[in-house]
């Protein structure tokens, strides 16, 4: 699962510091189903098939020149993914390479030279996954074991050649290229007809990552992983000793150059010394803002966060997006202090925090033109109607709180990349996918780039337009939700709860930027034509609703408190107008996964099926990974407690209370949910004398990544939901 796009690294473990711990979320035939009996009348049948809407093209990684007038993107269609390029002020659209297969091969990390003139990528791998595996995803199953390679774009003549096997590109001003390869950093150079060969630049001992430049070229700022402990290394040539930036038993991160290249601004966060961290009460994780001279390595203290749950590091879209901004007098960081995730400016040397982006809303995805005096970012905010479940683009400079709004209506807005004197973007509506835009002047002459990518067949006509519902969980909570119900449904329907994964994820009133709740999103207008009404639960836990919502105390294996939104949303679903209220079921993946898994075990009598995708079944089996096996140190904390309050919180546990059919989906070169946990779960399913199908896609990560894979999952979901539930159109 993407957490989101360049984010992407955090996948569906999403380090919750500020709850103290990591959290890990997210074809053989079981006993067969036997379809339920239904009195509904026939649904008026729809001229598309689930084909049809899964063929939408689908950008990714949208990026800019920071001194240049190029943008790149990745078009992913049907699973074939090339990189595409434009440049200002035309944008004429130019494909730069020319991939064919559907091989699972993604394209990630588009890196554009200081000068313009070359853009680096990334292809294979799989930059979502929770840890680093040693060999590269393999979903096609191919005989030739598949390599993480950087290619290379010349942008003048817009032709894409293979450099070298690698990871994390970074350019530098005088052209030379570093990167990541067996967690050290090497170097290869651009150019097509360099006698020079690939080589290790430097040796350190930890892993390293995070690379940066500094502005003339000549150096080189790292995060050097130690495991309980990170330091920023600056490397010079190989004659001078590596300076370490004031080191400490800290994790340093987020190395960021002044534009002088005198300084070097990074963040810290506690090590992970000290007593056991309580894992059932939520504990602050403060971090500071340092700056350290990129010669001596000395740093002080620009900021230090308060030590309270919203002081913690932020743990939405971007982390800190630290950046020197209005030429080196100010930093610019996001944080939570109010509450929400907003933008604050600080002067370099110091001093109070100016809160640049006031309200209740959040700030996602964040871009900084080159001018340094103004900030460009998506947020959950406007002045229409359902805007909280909608992004929209604004302005604001990064020395006074005055945010001016770039986009607005009905459709979303994310991914902004400010180049030349505009603004490209991502652009979606509630029935058209997702395309790649650009912007004049404060969003004047808005035009979409690629709208011939959309196939002729895809059905956006007889898309429905979702509409925002709240409702109330037992706690008092308001939860928020998306209504999926087609207008002219006629008879009486079963109604199906989604669930999203994550579980930092919110759903949209349109298609979803990320590229797994795209796929969601298709399925469920899909369901939506064809004979069900469907919600999608924002239930807590997810972003989008302020701080205090995301991190609900007693979540996931620490008590599920946020299975009470999903009730509360079937228990809605159940009341709306035309939905048979003994025909609900349910699906959902990763930790959408586990919360269908729940929702079946503990109530059958409201959830009549359900399709689980990669869900974790019995929290208990990582608690010990996560914070040491028993035994690791004499102090234990609440591990003990929290053992059996993670294994009350899983699926596992109300076995013996799970009466309705599930239909269980994973690939087995999952990194994000242990395989471990499809197979415990179906053992006790048979012992239960549960109904259950079973589909294993051999060699397939997380967040699938063949088009192929996809097809064939929501095929099988939409198939067993139509078999479990007797909707009469198929």
Known sequence: MRYHRSFVGFGDIAMYRSLAFVLAVLLTAGSA???????????????????????????????????????????????????????APGFAPRQVTHFSADDGQEITQLTFSPDGTQLVFVRGGDHDANWPVKIAPDPASSPVEPKVMIWSVDLR?????????????????????????????????????????????????????????????????????RGDHAFIGVFTDDHTPIEYLAPSTGIDGDPRWSPNGTQIAFT????????????????????????????????????????????????????????????????VFLADLDGWPHLYSISASGGTPLLLTPGDFMVEDVAFPRDG????????????????????????????????????????????????????????GSQRPPLVS???????????????????????????????????????????????RSADAGAVQPGVIFVHGGPPRQMLLGWHYMDYYSNSYAVNQYLATHGFTVLSVDYRLGIGHGFAFQNPPHWGPTGASEYQDVVAGAKFLQHVSGVDPARIGIWGGSYGGYLTALALARNSDIFKAGVDMHGIHDWSRDIGEWFGKPGSRYEQGDYKQAMKVAWESSPDADMAKWKSPVLLIQG????????????????????????????????????????????????ATVDFLQRELGSPSR
């Open 373 to 428: 005096r103004s900030i460009v970012y998506s947020a959950n905010t406007g002045k229409t109607k359902g805007d909280i479940d909608r992004r929209h683009l604004f302005k604001v400079p990064v020395d006074r709180a005055q945010p001016v709004a770039l986009t607005s209506g009905n459709d979303i807005q994310t991914s902004p990349a400010p180049v030349a004197n505009t603004v490209a973007y991502v652009d979606a």
């Open 157 to 225: 003549a817009g032709t894409s050649r293979k450099l070298t096997d690698g990871d994390g590109p970074a350019i530098s001003s005088g052209g030379e290229l570093a990167y990541i390869k067996d967690d050290q950093v090497w170097t290869a150079p651009l150019v097509a007809d360099s006698k020079s060969k690939p080589k290790q630049l430097f040796f350190d001992h930890g892993k390293d990552g995070d690379l940066h430049w500094s502005p003339d070229g000549k150096r080189l700022a790292f995060v050097s992983d």
């Open 268 to 331: 810290r966060q506690p090590g992970h010394g000290g007593p056991p961290r309580p894992i059932l009460t939520q504990t602050p994780q403060p971090w500071s803002i340092r700056v350290a001279d990129a010669r001596t390595g000395e740093a002080h203290v620009v900021w230090q966060s308060p030590d309270t749950l919203v002081g913690s590091y932020p743990q939405t879209a971007g982390g800190s997006n630290l950046h020197w901004a209005d030429g080196g007098s100010r930093l």
């Open 33 to 87: 189903l036997s379809p339920m009996a239904s009195s509904a009348a026939p649904a008026p049948q729809v001229g598309f098939t689930l084909e049809q809407v899964l063929s939408y093209p689908f950008p990714q990684d949208l990026t800019a020149a920071h001194d240049g007038n190029y943008i790149a993107w990745v078009i992913n269609q049907d699973g074939v993914r090339n990189v595409w390029i434009a440049e």
């Open 668 to 715: 087995d070169d999952d990194h994000n949910v242990h395989f471990l946990q499809m197979e415990d779960v179906v053992p006790r399913l048979k012992k239960h004398g549960v109904p259950f199908e079973e589909m294993v896609i051999p060699n397939e990560i997380h967040g699938f990544l063949r088009h192929a894979s996809w097809l064939k999952a929501d095929t």
């Open 438 to 484: 650009v912007m004049g002047d404060q969003g004047r002459d808005s035009r979409l780039l690629q709208p011939g990518l959309i196939p002729k067949y895809f059905p956006t006509a007889q898309l429905v337009v979702p509409k925002l519902v709240t409702f109330t969980a037992a706690d008092g909570t308001v939860i928020h939700g998306q209504l999926f």
